[in-house]
């Protein structure tokens, strides 16, 4: 079992920035592959960035070019860094922790872009 706790969230100025942190319980962090998501009132949950085990990572084009995930391995933490935030970025963040058929949820951080 895997718990996941977010933080970093919070309200912040359209063009501000934040950087949210995911850090896991257990010793085999390094293994999954682990992932940002959001879900806005009224919509579905979306993928927003990935990295994998080897340090590979994706993101959903509406993101690209303004946030950055990361991960130390050694603290067990996931990082996304969200640079030139938009009000559409408002959301609950999710942070994800996956391995074959292990799939973990946080519960969420709620981010707020607005002036």
């Known amino acids: 079992q895997v718990q996941l706790v977010e933080s970093g969230g919070g309200l912040v100025q359209p063009g501000g920035s934040l950087r949210l942190s995911c850090t896991a319980s257990g010793s085999i962090f390094s293994m999954y592959r682990m992932g940002w998501y959001r879900q806005a009132p009224g919509n579905e949950r979306e993928l927003v960035a990935l990295?994998?085990?080897?340090?590979?990572?994706n993101y959903a084009d509406s993101v690209k070019g303004r946030f950055t995930i990361s991960r130390d391995n050694a603290k067990n933490t996931v990082y996304l860094q969200m640079n030139s935030l938009k009000p559409e970025d408002t959301a609950v963040y999710h942070c994800?922790?996956?391995?074959?058929?292990?799939?973990?949820w946080g519960l969420g951080t709620q981010v707020t872009v607005s002036s």
């Open positions: 994800n922790a996956r391995l074959n058929v292990r799939n973990y």
């Open positions: 990295i994998f085990s080897g340090g590979a990572t």
